[in-house]
């Protein structure tokens, strides 16, 4: 085998192997794409979800202890105010 039939078939061989290289890189780069999209999706997911639980409610009521129900002797005795219901 001469030099220069040599040389093509490095070349060739090369070549092949640089296109090799660069779709590999492609496919580790659509990968990390990939990845980053798939956890924008969950962080969106998770905030839009959970954006309730750092809301806060009110209520408001209006309630009666009628001393009549509660004491109805009006002793104020401890005992019969823990058994009022």
Known sequence: MDSEVRKKIIASRLKKRYAKEKAFRLM???AVF???VMLAILFSSIIGN???AFQQ???QLEVVFDA???DPDGNRDP???SQAN
């Open 68 to 70: 009549g129900e509660i």
């Open 50 to 52: 959970g954006y309730s």
């Open 28 to 30: 580790g780069l659509g």
């Open 34 to 36: 990939s990845a980053l």
């Open 79 to 81: 005992e019969v105010l």
């Open 57 to 59: 409610t009110f209520i």
